[in-house]
């Protein structure tokens, strides 16, 4: 029997696009499609690096979460994509064809053209580089060697990085750590008053905090400032930012000089009707930061959005939940648990407040 269902393709699978798949019923022939076996607890990446969490506690099974909700997953990595004419293509082959598609594709490492970044420092946005960094950081304590640390990026990312390493490595000799920011302040897009807070706890260490300063290359000694200043490193992390996916530009999702899918306020692509960007690699009209709570909201709309479209009603616009907050809503239990509740809760062992505040918390108790 033919099956006379609409076709929705789902391109990424990690909060936005898990949150799509659950959100749409059996009524619809969904496919999620996306290269890597293991969905990952991205709030929870940065606590590997002193051993906190594991990898294996930060995992779960893609196929399993997509079964349980009744649809298809994919295994493969989408190469083409055609709105125009319905249609996408993988790597391994593939060709599906599909009457909505929603892309949430996330985003990428960013070197930003740097010299050597690609190959003297570590990135830090998967379980495995969280996994390397630590690894990286043991065999230095183990050959006695210093500590000698360069953080590029003063983001969240960044900064949860720098509570991590403190919070194992703080007491270990020759420890020294370098965070440099290009703009005007630390967590820049959050309240002001965390850079003073940020600076005041590290007082006691030996952190120092380069704020307007850019790199113009990084070395396997360390890195070379656009001031020519050089800072010695034994371990450089780049967390300078999110680059798009090629997919993007390549379906004409985001032409130039648009870098990022340019969606109306209801997630819908601008240049194609059948297409919803979701995620990280949405860019709204107005600005929506690129945090995982923020992505699960986004995933749930735009399954409503797409089911909407099929169906010739009217779409609705996303609303950024007002009492979400990074203090708030990040890593807090009750917000993941209602908004996704594929997430099993026994698996998962979600602090009660932000994970970056968490990591100062237990060895600084004074600050939370």
């Known amino acids: 029997m033919t099956d006379q269902r609409k076709r929705i393709a789902i391109v990424g699978g990690n909060f936005a696009g898990l949150t799509a798949a659950i959100k749409l019923s059996r009524r619809h022939a969904v496919t999620v499609i996306d290269p890597s076996r293991h969905f990952e607890w991205a709030p929870g990446i940065h606590e590997i690096l002193s051993s906190v969490k594991t990898p294996q506690g930060l995992r779960l ?7 349980q909700a009744g ?3 994919l295994r493969d990595r989408v190469t083409v994509l055609e709105p125009a004419q319905g249609r996408l293509v993988t790597a391994g082959g593939h060709e599906l064809a599909f009457d909505a598609c929603i892309v949430a594709v996330g985003a990428l490492w960013n070197t930003h053209h740097v010299p050597g970044v690609a190959r003297h420092a570590m990135s830090f946005r998967s379980v495995a580089d969280g996994l390397a960094i630590e690894q990286r950081l ?7 060697t210093p500590l000698r640390i360069v953080i590029a990026g003063g983001g969240l990312s960044g900064v949860e990085a720098l509570g991590e390493i403190l919070r194992r490595h703080r007491d270990d000799a020759g420890l020294s750590i370098e965070l440099v920011e290009s703009g005007a302040r630390l967590l820049p897009g959050l309240p002001a008053s965390l850079d003073a807070d940020l600076r005041r706890i590290c007082e006691p260490y030996a952190v120092s905090f380069r704020t307007r300063t850019t790199i113009a290359s990084v070395s396997a000694k360390g890195v070379r400032l656009a001031d020519g200043t050089r800072l010695r490193s034994e371990l450089t992390l780049w967390t300078a930012g999110l680059a798009p996916p090629a997919l993007l530009r390549e379906s004409g999702l985001a032409p130039p000089p648009q870098v990022w899918a340019d969606v109306h306020a209801t997630l819908q692509s601008c240049h194609f009707d059948n297409v919803f960007a979701v995620g990280d690699a949405a860019q709204l009209p107005h600005a929506v930061g690129k945090q995982a709570y923020n992505a699960i909201d986004m995933g749930a709309l735009a399954a409503a959005n797409a089911v909407r479209f099929l169906a010739g009603r009217a779409l609705k616009p996303f609303c950024r939940h007002p009492s979400r907050s990074w203090l708030r809503s990040a890593t807090c239990r009750p917000t993941w648990s209602r908004a996704a509740p594929w997430l099993p809760a026994r698996r998962w062992p979600v602090p009660r407040k932000a994970s970056t505040r968490c990591s100062w918390r237990r060895w600084h108790p004074a600050t939370c």
């Open 61 to 67: 099974d893609r196929a399993a979460i997509v079964k």
């Open 71 to 73: 649809h298809r997953f």
């Open 138 to 144: 043991d065999s230095l304590v183990r050959e006695s």
